[in-house]
């Protein structure tokens, strides 16, 4: 019960934390929108399912709003049309990148891992500008961001093979690999960009990581894609505490260890690669974010993934309005690089992160 | 102690077992055909020199690591025929050293003992709390519950990844150097609880570098060197001094341990046998220390006359030095004394040491050299011949004499130096 109440309560705090971030991001931008309208729009939105309708294959729901605020259309169209968007896409990829950084530093039992160390980031840097540069299409309609997808998975995948011999993946192998493959990849990206000709700025941009021109669609696609993992991740929440007591203890205590590896690998990177596909390179966040929660919420994980993610999403969504509220737009993986590291020294001379 | 389990006809199913386990890593053979058998209710322990195959052993016993050939078996069911979870609430063990680095509280890391009793969904209850609290207390590390690990010292965290192996709740306890960072009054505590255990019917294997420690605590002991089981069996019959020389390449005096019937083991350091005969005369804890020190040394020890149940008497039984005894109170009779005397005449030096008594002066006087013990009332035998050293000193003063080339000397009980030549 301890856990469960520490959990619900900073879970609690830290998503009212990211519904004040989201409501005064949206208010934040060329036109300023108070955040009690804000509010009222986005209460409007609110909706609950009054009637499901079977019509043949396709199921009608009738809902009906909760709220009826009056609002400017102007302020609605702002802040629905094109500020939320962007806004919730950036909650989802920060939620996305802190947890799956929290589960690699939790496999690698190394403060220094972050979601892209078995190469998910260079797979999908492949994917995006080889997509840019070459140009074409892809079959099943697979745009940018399904190239990009694609390269993560293909890329993280193929560092598991490398590592993995007779059914084990050592850590230390599965690390040496990443590197491996993620030096080879960024050979191939540099390759791409010397012969990428017009299209350079282009790449360029996505290589930086940026949320810009988010619509809809982008956000239920990476919605569904973060949560699926995220919620399974939890169900390893516990497992993970006691891999952290090391591989050989872990088995001792009953994780079919391997097991456990292989499944935390390939949910965290799918939840990476469906961040990395819509945002580019975004760093710093699945470093930074689990290393300061651990420090206020300790190791255990039932308590951290959680509260990471949920910290994840409001350091993302706060480091992009930063990042796009400027004269000129920056793309917001050098912000939060730009905040992140600094931050991160900091810690490591006061708090002495010398060890997890 | 594990004979007393009733027997319904027939052996009885040991609870832990390996036969002929063979482990080979990275090409070096570690281990080669081990078997050993743990009885319900008794404590193993492993001994043996470092390398000896001591941790190998232990994770082939808890299947961490599968062996090339041979079989481990728990309560007769064969290890790599369970899941780890099946394995895990069945054997639980402690390491030797883990990297208890992320800082979770005592009561988190024994918290996790649970796991094996835990399916996916479920939640740490009441009970699981109340075991967690109960192991904390027998490890004696309740009151740091709300501690962070990481601010333990070594031997504190030892003790806390006990706790977590109680708290798992299994029939068999495997301990990887369970004392090895701590204190004299945590180690015997430590193992005195390991004890208590198997009284209650836990089985325990252990890995345990301080012999005199495991002979105290185990029913039977396992002596490994080189991967190989060199000698198994109830601690007086492992710990011997030939077998010790084997297995460690070293020279150890075994006695007995004070106040328990455990055997002592006390190494030696290296040094040139000393190559003497040296008849002892006199008695009390003098006597037997100078018998003690000289047959450390190499040297040929007989020992007389002296009263049976002396001090001098028992340490020559147990080091297999020939002695003449007699009765307590009842004197010396002239057989006796004769016969002493011969083994005196015989020695290269008759070492006077403690009480010399008026009966061993005869045993004195019959020989050309004497070293007389330095310490209290001593040089009653002063004479030229005498020369005067400690205890400590003995093998020296001994080995400085010219040997004498008359009679025979007494049997000598030095084994041949056959491990020197590997």
Same mark, same amino acid.
């Given at each position: 019960?301890? *856990?469960?109440?520490?959990?619900?309560?900073?879970?609690?705090?830290?998503?009212?934390? +990211?519904? +004040?971030?989201? *409501?005064?991001?949206?208010?934040?931008?060329?036109?300023?929108?108070?955040?009690?309208?804000? *509010?009222?729009?986005?209460?409007?939105?609110?909706?609950?399912?009054?009637?499901?309708?079977?019509?043949?294959?396709?199921?009608?729901?009738?809902?009906?709003?909760?709220?009826?605020?009056?609002?400017?259309?102007?302020?609605?169209?702002?802040?629905? @049309? #094109?500020?939320?968007?962007?806004?919730?896409?950036?909650?989802?990829?920060?939620?996305?990148?802190?947890?799956? @950084?929290?589960?690699?530093?939790?496999?690698?039992?190394?403060?220094?891992?972050?979601?892209?160390?078995?190469?998910?980031?260079?797979?999908?840097?492949?994917?995006?500008?080889?997509?840019?540069?070459?140009?074409?299409?892809?079959?099943?309609?697979?745009?940018?961001?399904?190239?990009?997808?694609?390269?993560?998975?293909?890329?993280?995948?193929?560092?598991?093979?490398?590592?993995?011999?007779?059914?084990?993946?050592?850590?230390?192998?599965?690390?040496?690999?990443?590197?491996?493959?993620?030096?080879?990849?960024?050979?191939?990206?540099?390759?791409?960009?010397?012969?990428?000709?017009?299209?350079?700025?282009?790449?360029?941009?996505?290589?930086?990581?940026?949320?810009? =021109?988010?619509?809809?669609?982008?956000?239920?696609?990476?919605?569904?894609?973060?949560?699926?993992?995220?919620?399974?991740?939890?169900?390893?929440?516990?497992?993970?505490?006691?891999?952290?007591?090391?591989?050989?203890?872990?088995?001792?205590?009953?994780?079919?260890?391997?097991?456990?590896?292989?499944? +935390?690998?390939?949910?965290?990177? +799918?939840?990476?690669?469906? =961040?990395?596909?819509?945002?580019?390179?975004?760093?710093?966040?699945?470093? #930074?974010?689990?290393?300061?929660?651990?420090?206020?919420?300790?190791?255990?994980?039932?308590?951290?993934?959680?509260?990471?993610?949920?910290?994840?999403?409001?350091?993302?969504?706060?480091?992009?309005?930063?990042?796009?509220?400027?004269?000129?737009?920056?793309?917001?993986?050098?912000?939060?690089?730009?905040?992140?590291?600094?931050?991160?020294?900091?810690?490591?001379?006061?708090?002495?992160?010398?060890?997890? | 102690?594990?004979?007393?389990?009733?027997?319904?006809?027939?052996?009885?199913?040991?609870?832990?077992?390996?036969?002929?386990?063979?482990?080979?890593?990275?090409?070096?053979?570690?281990?080669?055909?081990?078997?050993?058998?743990?009885?319900?209710?008794?404590?193993?322990?492993?001994?043996?020199?470092?390398?000896?195959?001591?941790? &190998?052993?232990? !994770?082939?016993?808890?299947?961490?690591?599968?062996?090339?050939?041979?079989?481990?078996?728990?309560?007769?069911?064969?290890?790599?025929?369970?899941?780890?979870?099946?394995?895990?609430?069945?054997?639980?063990?402690?390491?030797?050293?883990?990297?208890?680095? /992320?800082? /979770?509280?005592?009561?988190?890391?024994?918290?996790?003992?649970?796991?094996?009793?835990?399916?996916? /969904?479920?939640?740490?209850?009441?009970?699981?709390?109340?075991?967690?609290?109960?192991?904390?207390?027998?490890?004696?590390?309740?009151?740091?519950?709300?501690?962070?690990? &990481?601010?333990?010292?070594?031997?504190?965290?030892?003790?806390?990844?006990?706790?977590?192996?109680?708290?798992?709740?299994?029939?068999?306890?495997?301990?990887?150097?369970?004392?090895?960072?701590?204190?004299?009054?945590?180690?015997?505590?430590?193992?005195?609880?390991?004890?208590?255990?198997?009284?209650?019917?836990?089985?325990?294997?252990?890995?345990?570098?301080?012999?005199?420690?495991?002979?105290?605590?185990?029913?039977?002991?396992? %002596?490994?060197?080189?991967?190989?089981?060199?000698?198994?069996?109830?601690?007086?019959?492992?710990?011997?001094?030939?077998?010790?020389?084997?297995?460690?390449?070293?020279?150890?005096?075994?006695?007995?341990?004070?106040?328990?019937?455990?055997?002592?083991?006390?190494?030696?350091?290296?040094?040139?046998?000393?190559?003497?005969?040296?008849?002892?005369?006199?008695?009390?804890?003098?006597?037997?220390?100078?018998?003690?020190?000289?047959?450390?040394?190499?040297?040929?020890?007989?020992?007389?006359?002296?009263?049976?149940?002396?001090?001098?008497?028992?340490?020559?039984?147990?080091?297999?030095?020939?002695?003449?005894?007699?009765?307590? /109170?009842?004197?010396?009779?002239?057989?006796?004394?004769?016969?002493?005397?011969?083994?005196?005449?015989?020695?290269?030096?008759?070492?006077?040491?403690?009480?010399?008594?008026?009966?061993?002066?005869?045993?004195?006087?019959?020989?050309?050299?004497?070293?007389?013990?330095?310490?209290?009332?001593?040089?009653?035998?002063?004479?030229?011949?005498?020369?005067?050293?400690?205890?400590?000193?003995?093998?020296?003063?001994?080995?400085? %004499?010219?040997?004498?080339?008359?009679?025979?000397?007494?049997?000598?009980?030095?084994?041949?130096?056959?491990?020197?030549? !590997?």
């Amino acid at each position: 019960m301890r *856990t469960h109440r520490k959990t619900a309560v900073w879970s609690l705090a830290l998503s009212a934390l +990211l519904a +004040l971030v989201v *409501t005064v991001s949206a208010g934040i931008g060329p036109v300023w929108i108070p955040p009690v309208d804000v *509010t009222q729009v986005l209460l409007n939105a609110l909706v609950v399912p009054t009637a499901v309708e079977l019509s043949g294959p396709a199921v009608d729901v009738t809902t009906r709003p909760v709220f009826r605020f009056r609002v400017s259309p102007i302020q609605q169209q702002i802040v629905m @049309g #094109i500020r939320l968007p962007r806004i919730l896409l950036g909650a989802v990829v920060g939620f996305a990148l802190a947890a799956a @950084g929290t589960i690699m530093q939790g496999i690698f039992r190394n403060p220094m891992a972050d979601p892209s160390i078995i190469g998910v980031s260079s797979g999908a840097a492949v994917g995006a500008v080889g997509f840019i540069v070459v140009g074409g299409t892809l079959p099943f309609g697979l745009g940018l961001r399904g190239a990009a997808f694609a390269g993560a998975l293909v890329a993280a995948f193929g560092v598991y093979l490398i590592a993995t011999e007779g059914g084990r993946t050592p850590v230390a192998t599965l690390l040496l690999a990443g590197v491996a493959v993620q030096t080879f990849l960024g050979a191939v990206v540099s390759f791409l960009l010397l012969n990428a000709g017009e299209s350079i700025r282009r790449a360029l941009f996505w290589l930086m990581g940026h949320l810009k =021109g988010a619509a809809w669609p982008d956000v239920w696609s990476s919605l569904v894609l973060v949560a699926i993992p995220f919620a399974l991740l939890l169900v390893y929440a516990r497992d993970l505490n006691v891999m952290l007591l090391g591989e050989e203890d872990a088995q001792s205590l009953g994780i079919e260890v391997e097991r456990t590896k292989r499944i +935390l690998l390939a949910l965290s990177s +799918l939840a990476t690669a469906a =961040g990395v596909a819509v945002a580019g390179i975004i760093g710093f966040v699945g470093l #930074i974010v689990p290393h300061v929660m651990r420090l206020l919420v300790g190791p255990d994980h039932r308590v951290l993934l959680p509260t990471s993610a949920l910290a994840g999403a409001s350091f993302l969504v706060a480091t992009d309005t930063l990042a796009r509220s400027g004269s000129a737009e920056v793309p917001v993986g050098i912000v939060t690089a730009a905040l992140g590291a600094p931050f991160f020294l900091y810690l490591l001379r006061q708090r002495e992160v010398h060890e997890l | 102690m594990s004979d007393q389990r009733p027997g319904h006809g027939g052996e009885p199913i040991p609870m832990l077992s390996a036969e002929d386990v063979s482990v080979s890593l990275g090409g070096t053979e570690i281990l080669s055909d081990v078997s050993l058998t743990a009885e319900c209710g008794s404590v193993v322990g492993l001994v043996g020199p470092n390398g000896a195959g001591k941790t &190998t052993t232990l !994770r082939v016993l808890r299947a961490t690591l599968s062996p090339d050939s041979g079989t481990v078996r728990v309560a007769g069911d064969r290890i790599d025929g369970l899941s780890s979870k099946q394995v895990s609430q069945r054997v639980a063990s402690t390491p030797q050293a883990t990297t208890l680095s /992320f800082e /979770f509280t005592v009561r988190q890391t024994v918290e996790m003992g649970r796991t094996p009793h835990l399916g996916r /969904f479920d939640r740490v209850d009441s009970g699981d709390r109340e075991t967690v609290r109960a192991a904390m207390e027998r490890a004696d590390v309740a009151r740091f519950a709300d501690r962070p690990v &990481t601010s333990l010292s070594g031997g504190e965290r030892q003790r806390v990844l006990l706790a977590r192996a109680l708290a798992q709740e299994t029939p068999v306890l495997l301990l990887d150097e369970p004392t090895s960072n701590l204190d004299i009054n945590h180690a015997v505590n430590t193992l005195e609880l390991v004890a208590d255990l198997a009284r209650e019917g836990k089985t325990a294997v252990a890995a345990i570098h301080d012999l005199n420690l495991a002979a105290r605590y185990c029913d039977q002991l396992v %002596l490994l060197a080189d991967g190989a089981v060199r000698a198994a069996g109830e601690p007086r019959e492992v710990l011997q001094a030939a077998t010790l020389r084997d297995a460690f390449d070293a020279e150890t005096l075994v006695t007995g341990q004070p106040g328990t019937c455990a055997p002592l083991v006390t190494a030696l350091p290296d040094r040139e046998p000393v190559d003497r005969t040296v008849h002892v005369a006199g008695t009390g804890g003098q006597a037997a220390a100078a018998v003690a020190r000289l047959v450390a040394a190499g040297a040929a020890v007989s020992v007389g006359v002296v009263p049976a149940g002396d001090a001098a008497a028992e340490r020559a039984r147990e080091l297999d030095c020939p002695v003449v005894t007699v009765p307590p /109170f009842a004197g010396v009779d002239d057989g006796s004394r004769q016969r002493a005397t011969e083994l005196a005449r015989a020695a290269d030096a008759v070492v006077a040491a403690g009480d010399v008594g008026d009966a061993n002066e005869s045993v004195v006087a019959a020989a050309d050299r004497v070293v007389a013990v330095a310490g209290e009332g001593v040089p009653t035998v002063q004479s030229t011949r005498t020369t005067v050293a400690t205890v400590e000193a003995l093998p020296e003063a001994v080995a400085g %004499l010219a040997p004498t080339d008359d009679g025979a000397a007494p049997p000598r009980r030095v084994e041949s130096q056959e491990q020197q030549d !590997r």
